[in-house]
T-cell receptor, first 113, second 113 residues
Framework: SQKIEQNSEALNIQEGKTATLTCNYT??????LQWYRQDPGRGPVFLLL?????KEKRKERLKVTFDTTLKQSLFHITASQPADSATYLC????????????FGQGTRLTINP | NAGVTQTPKFRVLKTGQSMTLLCAQD?????MYWYRQDPGMGLRLIHY???????AKGEVPDGYNVSRLKKQNFLLGLESAAPSQTSVYFC????????????FGPGTRLTVT
């Protein structure tokens, strides 16, 4: 069956270090992979989208990699800050029906001062 | 711009009651979506719409109906609420036409007793 797994339910990182979150998928052939941030009591907010033919995407302190051979995406936050504490969701678009997203269950990231 | 708004923010229903959740967006987006979010399950797509007057089923459509009579509004109906429909409901919208990031509303917390 099709599955998206975000490897850690919760991750604690010291301020200033790089936080790395993992998203693995099976039985999908995604055309795009997206990362969202969700704060408690709020809706998800779009961060980055990476296409299947892109290896890496950056935005300020954020970096996403996409390895279609390993069926894995890594999401990095460099120079992490307590304000980066949130739940991070990965989501896949398939080429057909590309308007529909399938979400992982999320990783709750806490940055400790 | 208000972005995506949802009403109500909270609601408690008794089993068998009906209600309608309203989603509105002011970004002129073509596509709109309804998700539910449950602990440990991630976001799951209930129904979606790719344009005014069109709707389609998502991953978990049973017990819900939707309508999109105006481009800016997407309504989610529960005809006969069940305790299994206790959840947080999120509406989202996207441009369509090759842009796949989604914009989410703040959510509606629904409890069915």
């Amino acid at each position: 069956s099709q599955k998206i797994e975000q490897n850690s339910e919760a991750l604690n990182i010291q301020e200033g270090k790089t936080a790395t979150l993992t998203c693995n998928y099976t039985n999908y052939s995604p055309a795009y992979l997206q990362w969202y941030r969700q704060d408690p009591g709020r809706g998800p907010v779009f961060l980055l989208l990476i296409r299947e033919n892109e290896k890496e995407k950056r935005k300020e302190r954020l970096k996403v990699t996409f390895d279609t051979t390993l069926k894995q995406s890594l999401f990095h936050i460099t120079a992490s800050q307590p304000a980066d504490s949130a739940t991070y969701l990965c989501a896949l678009n398939r080429l057909q029906g590309a308007q529909k997203l399938v979400f992982g269950q999320g990783t709750r990231l806490t940055i400790n001062p | 711009n208000a972005g995506v708004t949802q009403t109500p923010k909270f609601r408690v229903l008794k089993t068998g009651q009906s209600m309608t959740l309203l989603c509105a967006q002011d970004m002129n987006h073509e596509y709109m979506y309804w998700y539910r979010q449950d602990p440990g399950m991630g976001l799951r797509l209930i129904h979606y719409s790719v344009g005014e007057g069109t709707t389609a089923k998502g991953e978990v459509p049973d017990g819900y109906n939707v309508s999109r009579l105006k481009k800016q509004n997407f309504l989610l109906g529960l005809e006969s609420a069940a305790p299994s429909q206790t959840s947080v409901y999120f509406c989202a919208s996207s441009y369509g036409s090759g842009r796949y990031e989604q914009y989410f509303g703040p959510g509606t917390r629904l409890t069915v007793t």
